[in-house]
């Protein structure tokens, strides 16, 4: 279910659609109540009752009382005192006759005219909605990646200009996005070509340089190059529909085993006698790891701990390290690009995205990242993805 399916029970053309018949449901019974009344506010009449020689025996002005079994009466006062009902009964009809008069009554007329109304109205309100609903899925598409969804521009009227506005916002975004996919492509290749060159100079230089202007040479180009490779895969895993590498079946207890003795980190065991296995790209699992270890290694005073495990549906990655901890109003700006605490560039390095690569590759492989405070001082970082 979609945030949109979640804020509402019922779509938008079966609202508009049952407004159109509950107007005309309005409409109907005030009409109907208006005829009724006005049929109950028959105006007086003056019946007069003769004899047979023509004297008037009974004379006043009443009103007649509709009946539909017995016709319309006339209570009438004579002239003794009595009172006398004149009934005028309803016109028999034939075997076989068709009923005369005034056909149907006026609410049968009304009901028929709502049903014709809302038949009628059903087909055009589902028309204009489904315009809506077709914009309001291809905005959703959008939003979630897929830069590729344009509207259906047809039409003249305020949803087709809608619809052109959106595709020439979407089209700007793609052309900005495009060329900023260019601008690293070409950028990462430029920057390599001198890097290369250092490199081979280095090798090159006189056997009396110092060793410690090499080595920090050597550190730099390293940090260059880091930085270079950083900022292409952040590019690729910001852009949703950019190729990350083929989904494998990973075995991620070996894979954080691997990373812990090649970073000289402390690997507790599961309590889980199954080795916990996850579907993702092994390149970007490893990554991940690999920052998080290096980031804990960074800013630790003491050995860096990891402990994998299974909770639910999903498996936990958490590694704690004995540094001075992240502030809890830091802990959701550490995750940004280029973003470090105060005063951690100088004295620790990094190129400030490798935490931001963790994140991304969780969000890739639909799971979380988040920091928190270890047992016993310093931070531990919680990646947590789906497993088998």
């Known amino acids: 279910m979609t945030a949109w399916q979640s804020r509402t029970r019922f779509p ?3 609202r508009i659609w049952i407004a159109v018949i509950a107007a005309v449901a309005v409409l109907t019974i005030m009409f109907g109540w208006l005829w009724r009344l006005s049929n109950e506010q028959i105006p007086e009449r003056e019946v007069i009752i003769r004899n047979a020689e023509g004297d008037v025996i009974g ?10 079994v017995r016709g319309v009466e006339f209570e009438v006062d004579m002239k003794d005192g009595s009172k006398l009902i004149v009934q005028l009964p309803p016109r028999r009809r034939l075997p076989g006759e068709a009923p005369q008069g005034r056909g149907p009554g006026v609410l049968w007329m009304l009901a028929i005219v709502a049903l014709a109304v809302a038949i009628g109205a059903f087909p055009i309100v589902r028309r204009i909605t489904l315009r809506l609903e077709e914009l309001r899925r291809g905005v959703e598409r959008w939003g979630e990646g897929d830069l590729s969804v344009r ?5 003249s009227d305020e949803l087709a200009f809608l619809a052109q506005r959106f595709n020439q916002a979407a089209e700007r975004v793609d052309a900005l ?14 920057l390599r070509s001198p890097l290369a060159r250092i490199r081979m100079g280095i090798e090159l230089m006189a ?9 920090e040479i050597r550190r730099n180009i390293a940090e260059l190059d880091q930085l270079i490779d950083e900022i292409l895969l952040a590019s690729r895993l910001d852009t949703k529909e950019a190729e990350i590498g083929t989904i494998e079946t990973v075995d991620l207890t070996g894979l954080v085993a691997e990373e812990c003795s090649r970073s000289d980190a402390e690997l507790e065991a599961s309590t ?3 080795t916990i296995v996850v579907d993702g790209v092994p390149r970007l699992l490893r990554r991940a790891v690999r920052n998080l270890l290096e980031n804990a290694r960074r800013y630790s005073d003491g050995p860096v701990t990891v402990e994998l495990g299974r909770e639910g549906g999903n498996a936990v ?5 004995r540094g001075p901890g992240v502030p809890p109003s830091e802990r959701e700006r550490i995750f940004d690009p280029f973003y470090r605490l105060p005063g951690a560039s100088e004295r620790h390095g990094g190129v400030g995205l490798g935490l931001s690569l963790v994140r991304s590759i969780a969000l890739r492989h639909h ?3 988040r920091c928190e405070d270890a047992l016993g001082g310093g931070a531990s970082f919680v990646f947590r993805i789906p497993c088998h």
């Not at 996005?177 to 430029?190: D, F, G, I, M, R």
């Open 177 to 190: 996005l495009t060329a900023h996919k260019s601008l690293l492509a070409n950028a990462s290749h430029e």
């Open 151 to 155: 509207m259906n521009e047809q039409g």
């Open 317 to 321: 990655l958490r590694v704690n390290d």
């Open 367 to 369: 799971g979380t990242v």
């Open 272 to 274: 889980d006698e199954h």
């Open 207 to 215: 056997p009396d340089a110092s060793a410690a202007t090499a080595d």
């Open 59 to 68: 004379q006043d002005m009443t009103r007649p009382v509709r009946d539909p």
């Open 12 to 14: 938008l053309w079966l």
